[in-house]
């Protein structure tokens, strides 16, 4: 198949998540040009309840259960021309799929709807054989992650496929590079929900989480144990032997041999330094991820994204300045300036790579013995 | 005669193969850092073949660079005519179809989609204890009382998309006879038609995994093949197993199923694990 470029560089939009019918404008005034959500209808969400549909392993979902609610938002999106995705992005088993079928008509039916975000292989099969007409975007969760890859999902009938969160820079742009088929590649950005696994290869369920080893409150995530827990000797990895507690989440103490330290914890990051070195590839749309947030962080992630695509758009603006503008507008925006952009705290920061030894030894040093 | 269940044996050192191995894994499913090089792997396949069993070679899900390091060996394989590729990636699925018809292509466990996690056992099986949440300004407590799930809801952790028709069909359109699954902690349902066959991984069953495993190991470098030397062990009270953290990826212990459940579950291959599969 031959790939056929049409792009303007730099041209991104930004695809936010809507919870609310009044959230359409704000996010609209921020900057989003495209935006999704979820919908479930009452007989589905009657037998699998919500604590365990699936979304983004947490259970806890914005997924409207009123049709008139989500209708509310396909028209008000549709009156600001803003294309509007619909989630429904679980992995499903077959009892499910007489179920999925009203959804799916439903869904298809919306005059205002752009498309689905899907990120079961299932589903996909079932909306190309009964001829889906609407366009379907392959989640995060798709866990896409080289340029075959891609083009299976294209070959199977996916429009757009947002690539696996935790791809450096450098996978994408090789992965761009390869691409043989006209599927969009989409990149997730600000607001990584899990900061620990691949979303799409993850069975963790945190909604079964809220027990009294992790205080009883709520989701106490259980997979940021891996993230935020010491050794108890100082050693290049943790080895813990014997009896080992779960980590209590209510006073951040020691919980058997380990130590929990949240604030050195470190984040995946909100990924806007990668945008400069893939600003010459068709991507078309940055999708703001994490639908559980309120809307005051959505709509800020959605103004930082928005103003990084403006400043791409900057003749002679090099790399470096780039990135010095976007961590400054990621402290004004996000933070208020009370906090900066934390580079020490982001995984693809090239911080670590300078100082990581010297920032780890600074963490373990209470432990060493 | 009843068909005995064919012996894998996943292992990174031979001596670990069993006296009874019908066919021995070589490979990763979770680290493309991990792939073995051309002249490890033929070395691995005489090895083998010499104790007269079938080789797999497993492969993890990949970016592109790590498509480039699996094109040698499976050109190596495809040559010799009587192997089997594992995939966890679609992308090397699509490799395979398109480069090395004469590899048979099995799919991996971390595309079958089954849900794992061994703490919702407690759920399914309604033993879950009440939780009783202090406030936080000492007032009254509240008390949680634990809710079965809706019958559909438990049987959705039991099965998952192998059971579906299109998928299956599907499956066969692109070669596949084999799938790989873990043992779940409950009664797991797996629906197969005699076209597929499945086989069952022991003891260790996945949970979750990464590309990040410096974050995880809070050595913040590209690769310091940690999962070589360490691995973290929780116990974790709600889990019938302690979770195990090796390299870039979270497992869990199962029993091996009698026989008799393993044929009800259409399973004609035990691929055991020695010790964790990295």
Known sequence: MKRIKVFVPGKFTVQAPVNHPDDVAVLHAAGARELYCGYITPELAERWPVAFRILSQCGHGKEFENISIFENIVAKAKALSLPLYVCVSGQYTPEQYPFLQPLIDTIEAMDGVEGVIIADIGLLLMLRARGFKKKIQVSTNGAASNARGVDFLYTLGANRVVLDRQMTGAEIAKLLDRQRTTVEVDLPIIGEPCDGFIGGMCAMYHCIENKPSSGGGSNSMFCSVFNTTLPARGCDFYQVQGEVQRFSATDGSAAGTLVSDRAKAVSLGCRICDLYRLKKYPIRSLQVVDRNRGLDDIRRAVLVAASAVELMRMPDLSENAFRVRCRRLLSTVMFDDKSMCAEQDCYFSPYWKRHGKAVRKSIFHQQDR | ?278
């Open chain 2, 1 to 278: 005669m009843v068909k005995p269940f064919e012996k894998a044996y996943f292992i990174s050192k031979i001596a670990e193969a069993g006296r009874e191995c019908a066919r021995v894994y070589i490979g990763t499913e979770f680290c493309e850092n991990l792939i073995p090089t051309l002249p490890a792997l033929r070395e691995w396949y005489a090895k083998v073949r010499s104790l007269r069993a079938a080789f797999t070679l497993v492969t993890p899900y990949v970016t592109d660079a790590g498509l480039d390091r699996l094109k040698p060996l499976l050109s190596f394989l495809d040559k010799q005519g009587s192997a089997e590729a594992v995939v966890n990636d679609w992308g090397v699925l699509t490799l395979l179809r398109d480069n090395y018809p004469h590899i048979e292509p099995v799919l991996g466990r971390l595309l079958t989609r089954q849900r794992r996690d061994p703490r919702m056992d407690q759920i399914l099986d309604g033993s879950q204890q009440p939780v009783t949440l202090q406030a936080p300004d000492g007032g009254t407590p509240t008390v949680l009382m634990p809710k079965r799930p809706p019958r559909a809801t438990a049987a959705h952790f039991r099965g998952s998309l192998i059971n579906v028709p299109n998928f299956q069909k599907f499956l066969s359109g692109w070669g596949i006879r084999r799938i790989e699954l873990d043992h779940l902690p409950w009664n797991m349902d797996v629906r197969l038609p005699p076209r597929l066959r499945a086989s069952l991984y022991i003891p260790y069953a996945y949970m979750a995994t990464t590309r990040m495993c410096g974050k995880i190991s809070l050595s913040y470098a590209p690769c310091r093949k940690e999962c070589k030397k360490y691995f973290l062990k929780l116990n974790e009270p709600h889990s019938p197993s302690p979770f195990y953290s090796i390299g870039n990826t979270v497992f869990y212990k199962q029993a091996t199923p009698d026989d008799r459940k393993l044929k009800e579950l259409g399973i004609d291959r035990l691929v055991i694990q020695p010790r964790f599969p990295f």
